[in-house]
């Protein structure tokens, strides 16, 4: 059953370009309630943490030393079907692949630098937005 939370994430690509309130704009003009929201930097042991589902592939390291190469904005949203919705908002994890009109399409400079993270599933949202935020900080 689809839950009404998923967890996102500015990556510093987007963040570096300027396109952190742009892209908030258009999260909430989709319908989307911010929950939770901060701004702040992974050192590389945490985004190693974070993307630990990813320890044996190729691309793990460079995306390690990539997303703690700079500012992040991580986020917990609220919506009906959140998951999946934001999954459509921010198209194709490669832009050149991605839908005209959603944020990776938009904002996104390439597959590696693509703006913006969106989780994959109910139980990796959840588990995404606790890594971030405590439950205090979930309201």
């Known amino acids: 059953m689809a839950t009404n939370r998923t967890f996102t994430m500015l990556k510093p690509d987007a963040v570096g370009a300027g396109n952190t309130g742009a892209i908030i704009k258009r999260i909430e003009e989709a319908g989307f309630k911010i929950i939770a929201l901060k701004k702040t930097q992974l050192s590389a042991a945490l985004a190693g943490q974070?993307?630990?589902?990813?320890?044996?592939?190729?691309?793990?390291?460079?995306?390690?030393?990539?997303?703690?190469?700079?500012?992040?904005?991580?986020?917990?949203?609220?919506?009906?079907?959140?998951?999946?919705d934001f999954r459509n908002l921010i198209g194709a994890t490669d832009p050149k692949k991605a839908a005209p009109g959603t944020i990776r399409a938009d904002f996104a400079k390439s597959i590696e630098a693509n703006a913006i993270h969106g989780s994959d599933s109910d139980e990796n949202a959840a588990n995404e937005g606790n890594f971030f935020f405590s439950a205090f900080e979930q309201f």
């Open 50 to 84: 974070f993307y630990a589902i990813h320890k044996e592939r190729s691309f793990y390291n460079e995306l390690c030393a990539y997303m703690s190469s700079g500012t992040i904005v991580p986020m917990i949203l609220e919506k009906d079907n959140a998951v999946e």
